[in-house]
């Protein structure tokens, strides 16, 4: 296991080498000037090459990039170009309200999906099947942010009952585990949970089905197990499936979305980026992109080590 | 009577005294949803354009020229700020003096005097000074590159020259804010410390900032003048760049203030009981047209011609009636809109039988290509109304080909030059323009010598009689004889169709019922001191 664990862990070296270059590269090669935003109108020559060379893009491409990987390595993401505020103090609490929004749209779209699912392929051909199957296809086709829309004029502007943006009265400094402050957390936690909630039914329920099929089923039956215990062996056997697409669903999440947070004004990662796109604000961004990346990496390196628990064949692999 | 009759009673009178107090006592707070992404720079010059300027400039600092935006009624004109009266010297028109404001404190109890000036001035243009601020210096330069020098005289007077005589200075000052010297030495000479707890003279001091959520600021009860203390105890500013999360936080009560909403929401917002303000102010959008040899518009009867095709009418309609039609660079009423002898409105036969004069027929059509953004500040709603457009150039014989970018790459085009590499084969770029003092609405515009960047003449339009003129404004200090000049450069560019006028934005807000007092200045600056809610 160890080694395997070390085998792993040395492939996220070059992933994370790749991730950072492209980055890097796709960033730089977008058309427009990265200073445009805070340049003024009428800025003279002398402003934009002092700017440019205050920023380091006066150098070639792969210097800045070299003395930025460099930089990040120790920790120091740079300042933001809009702001100068220190780019790792912008993340951390951007990650950090990400991963609640996140872990909130999991645990509803885990438990809805995992219900459905298992619902769907006990029942496989029936009529059940067909409804929940029907309800797995709209939640993964629903665009979330216009879900986002749907909800916020049902239950914000025509019941008022839950608020429409934001994070508290106080924003999220003022953030309490409390209803007064969890409310705000609901409609965008719904919003985002739908899609996995629609993949985890479906991949659930083909897994659920095809394992009932299998021979050794109608062996524990034979053998008179009870349908409880009957559904912790299939529940296992689906498990390394199941866990392969909620890692890819839980990494998705928490690296927040881009219009559900800009919708709900939610100041996650999401809306971080969002604001650095169209502010071309390149550090925030490339620093942003890259911690998004390398939690992608790191949760996926943890569900394989956790299949690969449940089913010890992978490690073979 | 019975104890427990006497605590009924009691507990009925604390309750039903409670409504009438708490009114009393509770604070007042308008919340406002900002269209900007992130909260503007809060250490003195803010960031994100003019609702930067709206909203964290004239409310936590002042300049030493203020506007006066306490008419709904006329353009928004000069008054005296942190200075009380200025002078140009009558022999050397570089060198200005100002006299400051006697008794004005920064919010954290600090004296506001000439050092504090040159101070300031330091921190934005002497690069070597220890409180310059690169983020701030690049923020002014816009306003500040005409400055070559500034002076302490005595604690209440400054010099400050400018490098060619410049009429236009006052203007340029009135965006140039002041923060303390004191609250920067307090933290640690750290402008990041400085943005959480920034100290200026305006009526508005920040008591909290929280990064990319929100400001809060609240009343300055000692600002110096006692006409602009807000009325409202706390003003809380809140990035929302999603129009309709604007329009929904509105609507479920979470604000109540919203800057732009989308066309398409007026109606519901006005079934609501929400007030849908607006008014002219200083926005035009736009086409600013090439006039290099190999563009059509190089012949004026081509530029009417375009000017002529646009039914700005219907194009009023298609954006909800929230913008008038263009006329010009300035609307009509403004001091500056002069006599132009060029009608500019919907007249088709009128545009074909220009561009059949200059040469053109159905089948040799003009043949043009466009920059446009899909959004961008000031931009209204570009798409529709380019396509829009494009129809009614079709329509007399104009063949128009779009080049869609995002705004930031736009404006680097437009930043660049009709004649730059990038350029090549573009015939207009649409960028939404402010007109709100004399360089940009005209003198930088039309002068054959301001070319981009540092001016705003983008296709090289080049016309000897709007040189003169534009230098005559440049060099005449004063103000009477300098508006009388505007107006007849005005009417020049609109004679010779410098640009593309299409329509002037009305600015909408949307306020809840319960806002009060807000008068909407012809600016794109607003004052929300009298501002409160009820």
Not at chain 1, 66 to 83: A, P, Q
Not at chain 1, 162 to 172: E, F, N, R, V, Y
Not at chain 1, 233 to 249: D, E, M, R, S
Not at chain 2, 298 to 305: H, N, P, Q, S, Y
Request: aromatic fraction near 10%.
């Amino acid at each position: 296991m160890l080694t395997y664990f070390l085998r792993r862990v040395l492939y996220t070296i070059p992933i994370a080498i790749g991730v950072s270059l492209v980055c890097f590269a796709l960033i730089h090669l977008a058309p427009g000037d990265p200073l445009s935003a805070v340049m003024p109108e009428g800025a003279s020559s002398e402003t934009i090459a002092s700017l440019r060379s205050f920023y380091g893009f006066d150098r070639p491409l792969a210097i800045q990039y070299l003395t930025w990987l460099t930089h990040v390595v120790t920790g120091d993401f740079g300042y933001s170009i809009m702001t100068r505020r220190a780019v790792l103090g912008e993340i951390g609490p951007a990650v950090f309200n990400s991963l609640m929004l996140g872990v909130a749209a999991v645990l509803i779209g885990f438990t809805v999906g995992l219900l459905l699912g298992l619902i769907a392929g006990y029942a496989a051909g029936s009529a059940r099947d067909r409804v929940v199957t029907s309800l797995a296809v709209a939640g993964v086709s629903v665009p979330h942010y216009w879900l986002g829309m749907v909800l916020i004029v049902i239950f914000a502007v025509n019941l008022g009952v839950l608020p429409a943006t934001g994070m508290g009265a106080g924003g999220s400094t003022n953030f309490a585990f409390d209803w007064e402050s969890l409310k705000y957390l609901v409609l965008p936690a719904i919003s985002l949970s739908v899609i996995p909630a629609g993949i985890i039914a479906r991949t659930v329920r083909g897994t659920v089905a095809e394992v009932l099929k299998q021979d050794f089923i109608q062996t524990l039956y034979a053998k008179g197990l009870s349908p409880r215990r009957i559904c912790l062996h299939v529940a296992k056997n689906a498990a390394p499936t199941v866990l392969a697409i909620i890692g890819l669903q839980l990494a998705q999440l928490l690296g927040g979305s881009i219009l559900v947070e800009t919708v709900f004004s939610w100041p996650g990662t999401g809306f971080l980026l969002n604001t650095a796109i169209f502010t071309r604000d390149l550090p925030v961004l490339q620093g942003t992109i890259l911690v998004l990346a390398m939690f992608f990496v790191f949760i996926n390196l943890i569900v394989d080590l956790i299949q690969s628990a449940f089913d010890p064949r992978i490690k073979r692999n | 009577m019975s104890s427990k009759l006497v605590r009924k009673l009691a507990l009925a009178v604390v309750l039903g005294t409670m409504p009438l107090a708490s009114p009393a006592l509770a604070e007042k707070v308008l919340r406002v949803a900002m269209t900007v992404a992130d909260v503007p720079l809060t250490t003195g010059q803010p960031s994100q354009g003019t609702e930067g300027l709206r909203f964290m400039g004239g409310t936590v600092y002042d300049g030493l020229v203020n506007w006066d935006l306490s008419s709904a009624d006329k353009a928004a004109a000069l008054v005296p700020g942190l200075a009380e009266s200025w002078t140009v010297d009558a022999a050397d028109k570089t060198k200005w003096l100002f006299k400051l404001r006697r008794g004005v404190k920064f919010h954290d109890g600090s004296d506001f005097n000439a050092d504090a000036v040159v101070w300031n001035f330091d921190k934005l243009l002497k690069r070597d000074a220890p409180q310059f601020d690169q983020a701030q210096s690049v923020q002014a330069s816009q306003d500040d590159g005409g400055i070559a020098s500034w002076a302490k005289i005595d604690d209440l007077t400054v010099e400050i020259r400018t490098k060619t005589p410049d009429s236009v200075l006052p203007y340029n000052l009135v965006n140039l804010f002041f923060s303390s010297p004191k609250r920067w030495e307090e933290l640690g000479h750290d402008w990041n410390k400085v943005a959480f707890q920034p100290s200026g003279t305006g009526p508005w001091k920040v008591d909290k900032f929280v990064p990319h959520e929100r400001v809060e600021l609240v009343r300055n009860a000692d600002y110096w003048n006692p006409k602009r203390i807000p009325k409202s105890d706390r003003l809380v500013l809140l990035p929302m760049p999603d129009p309709n999360t604007r329009v929904a936080a509105l609507l479920s009560g979470q604000v109540d203030w919203i800057e732009a909403p989308p066309p398409d929401a007026i109606p519901r917002l006005k079934q609501s009981g929400m007030n849908i303000v607006t008014n002219v102010y200083p926005h035009v959008w736009p086409f600013q047209i090439s006039l290099m040899d190999n563009s059509p518009f190089k012949d004026v009867r081509v530029r009417k011609a375009a000017n002529l095709a646009i039914d700005r009418d219907g194009l009023v309609k298609l954006l909800g009636g929230l913008a008038i039609p263009a006329k010009g660079m300035v609307y009509p009423g403004h001091p500056w809109f002069g006599k132009p002898s060029f009608d500019i409105r919907y007249d088709p036969e009128e545009a074909k039988r220009l561009l059949a004069e200059a040469g053109y027929s159905e089948k040799n059509p003009v043949k043009i290509k466009f920059v446009i953004a899909p959004s961008g500040s000031g931009q209204m709603l570009p798409l529709p109304m380019s396509e829009f457009i494009k129809e009614n150039f079709h329509d007399v014989g104009i063949e128009l080909e779009f080049v869609v970018m995002d705004w930031e790459a736009l404006r680097a085009r437009r930043r660049a030059g009709a004649w730059a590499p990038e350029n090549k084969g573009i015939d207009g770029v649409n960028n939404s323009w402010s007109f709100g003092d004399p360089d940009f609405a005209l003198i930088k515009a039309a002068a054959s010598y301001e070319p981009v960047p540092t001016g705003f003449n983008w296709g090289r339009y080049n016309d000897p009689k709007s040189d003169e003129l534009a230098r005559a404004a440049q060099t005449t200090f004063d103000p009477v004889e300098q508006t009388k000049i505007l107006a007849e450069l005005h009417s020049r560019i609109v004679d010779q169709a410098m640009w593309i006028w299409v329509v002037h934005d009305l600015g909408p807000r949307a306020l809840s019922p319960k806002v009060k007092g807000f008068v909407p200045a012809q600016s794109w600056l607003q004052d929300l001191t009298p501002v409160e809610i009820q």
